[in-house]
């Protein structure tokens, strides 16, 4: 599976952004997607999740201002941020939970894009 991410760029605080994720290859093995974030000199961190069935979690601090929808028929992943401040800015990245069948079952695999850069100017 490949992640592509696009929707990056610079904003001004209080703006919006919308990203976007799109998957190719084996798509239907996909279970979870979501965003993770990782800021200059920081450790990369949730930002929100979603399953293939629609379930969302988001990463607290970012509750209110984040948005994250999937479209299963386009294997497009989104991730709205509004209110967007200058702490947010860092390189975002794309990010799902292959399901490889195995004679045992199916393991789960990670699958990242390359990472898309937001950054937010004051």
């Known amino acids: 599976v490949q992640l592509v991410e696009s929707g990056g760029g610079l904003v001004q605080a209080g703006g919006s952004l919308r990203l976007s994720c799109a998957a190719s290859g084996s798509t239907h093995s996909i279970d979870t997607m979501g965003w993770y974030r990782q800021g200059p000199g920081e450790r990369r961190e949730l930002v929100a999740t979603?399953?293939?069935?629609?379930?969302?979690n988001t990463a607290d601090s970012l509750k209110g201002r984040v948005s994250i929808s999937r479209d299963n028929a386009k294997n497009t992943v989104y991730l709205q941020m509004n209110s967007l401040k200058p702490e947010d800015t860092a390189v975002y990245y794309c990010h799902a939970i292959i399901l490889v069948a195995t004679i045992e079952g199916k393991n789960p695999v990670d699958a990242w894009g390359q990472g898309t850069l937001v950054t937010v100017s004051s």
């Open positions: 979603i399953t293939a069935g629609g379930s969302t």
